[in-house]
């Protein structure tokens, strides 16, 4: 998280804060708390809101494929298709319909908990419109920042006083809390496994050092409020006294997987997404209340089969032994996994065999939480090209998961002086196959 020192309400007495602060606020000062200008620009709820409707669903992993995958060489593969198709051969599950290629023989495995939706569509067909629809379930608005789907899981199911952050992105773009206030923001780590920076004390700096210059900047902030306004300074409070829980707490060996049995990373695999998938079960176990873990690289603009394949191979093994850790430590079944990017690609292959951007039909995969595993939902035609059966809207994708988790969607909100709420009340019902 980065101060903009830009803005007068954080100019003043920036010498001495800064060095009141530079230990203290040393996991801050980097990128891992987002707040951008969240802080001084949105109010938030300050009360955690309680579901009206209570949802089997208490945490979330959402997998992202960054640069939106091929639905045709993944979950809706058409072998019998010579102008659409893809080169790989099918894999038979029992699950009727459910036939994914052959680069992803672990997740057919996983067949009976799986739910794969294969009519997903939109009308977004830019990266950065199509990544904020599918994370906030609304249309990119100039005027408004949408939560997204971590965030508002942080806010209907987060703990308000947890060591660890109720949001924790395993890199990833900055789609964060929006109006629901910086405590909903992630914490975005850019390169798991490693060290995390600033999350230990600095050198010479022990604890009782560190109360003390934390005690000089609560004599300095309350100065601040009283001539520029509490509102900011209790938010910015509250993020430093996370930091200082984080910096404290056992906890933060969840970010690491050294401890981790031998067997255990066997089962996952090797590569930055296999050991990023432990990383996310292991802050569930935690209790936090959403992990998203990025795999990037689906924009295959051209050359999509030999990267396609690579891809398969980097998510197959672990997202397969994901579940299956999470069904075997009793998690999966409050534990939705959700696997989606922001669209599809195209059914034609291109001059330089690639696939360009597709948003009218595409995939996604949910498993646990409450979710009826086993089935397939939506069809598309045997090219590939038209949806044939059970459309469903990016819109119903969220009432679904609002569904799932209890959210309460009838809370209203404000934001730009203008009433919001978690969902959009103009389009999308709840799938209810989904919901069994």
């Known amino acids: 998280m980065r101060l903009n020192m830009a803005n007068p309400l954080v100019s003043v007495k920036r010498r001495d804060f800064l060095r009141a602060t530079a230990a203290a606020g040393g996991i801050l000062a980097t990128s891992h708390f987002w707040w951008g200008s969240d802080l001084l620009a949105q109010g938030s709820d300050d009360k955690k809101t309680t579901a009206k409707r209570g949802g089997k669903c208490k945490q979330v992993i959402l997998l992202w494929m960054e640069g939106a995958p091929s639905q045709l060489d993944t979950f809706d593969p058409k072998p019998n298709s010579k102008d659409t198709g893809s080169p790989w051969k099918v894999l038979e599950t029992d699950t009727p319909g459910f036939t994914p290629v052959e680069n992803l023989p672990n997740v057919a495995k996983m067949a009976k908990d799986i739910c794969v939706i294969r009519s997903l569509n939109s009308k977004e067909g830019n990266h950065s419109r199509g990544s904020y629809l599918l994370h906030t379930g609304y249309i990119p608005n100039p005027t408004l920042k949408h939560p997204s789907l971590g965030s508002i899981v942080s806010h209907q199911l987060g703990k308000k006083d947890f060591d660890l952050p109720n949001f924790v992105k395993l890199r990833g773009g900055p789609f964060g809390a929006g109006y629901l206030g910086v405590e909903n923001n992630p914490f975005v780590i850019s390169n798991p496994g490693a060290r995390i920076e600033n999350l230990d004390y600095a050198g010479g700096v022990d604890k009782a050092r560190m109360d003390k210059r934390m005690k000089l900047v609560d004599e300095m902030e309350k100065d601040f409020a009283r001539q520029r306004g509490a509102e900011a300074v209790e938010a910015h409070k509250a993020m430093y006294e996370k930091a200082r829980r984080l910096m404290d707490s056992p906890l933060k060996s969840k970010f690491y997987i050294a401890d981790e049995p031998d067997d255990v990373k066997k089962a996952y695999g090797s590569g930055r997404f296999a050991e990023s998938c432990i990383i996310a079960r292991r802050l569930i176990e935690a209790g936090v209340a959403c992990v998203e873990v990025v795999l990037g690289g689906w924009d295959t603009h051209d050359n999509n089969f030999v990267r396609t394949k690579q891809l398969c191979g980097e998510f ?121």
Do not use: Y
Request: hydrophobic share 40%; aromatic share 8%.
């Open 316 to 436: 197959d093994q672990p997202m397969a032994a994901l579940l299956a850790d999470l069904k075997k430590r009793g998690l999966l079944e409050t534990t939705l996994v959700v696997w989606m990017g922001e669209f599809g690609r195209t059914p034609r292959i291109s001059a330089t065999e690639g696939r360009d951007h597709w948003p009218n039909n595409f995939c996604a995969v949910l498993a646990g939480g409450g979710v009826k595993g086993n089935q397939v939902i939506g069809e598309t035609d045997e090219r590939g090209m038209t949806i044939t059966r059970e459309p469903v809207g990016v819109q119903d994708l969220f009432w679904t998961f609002a569904s799932l988790m209890g959210w309460d969607t009838a809370k209203e909100f404000e934001a730009g002086n203008r009433p919001v709420w978690l969902t959009d009340k103009t389009a999308g019902k709840p799938i209810e196959k989904v919901l069994g």
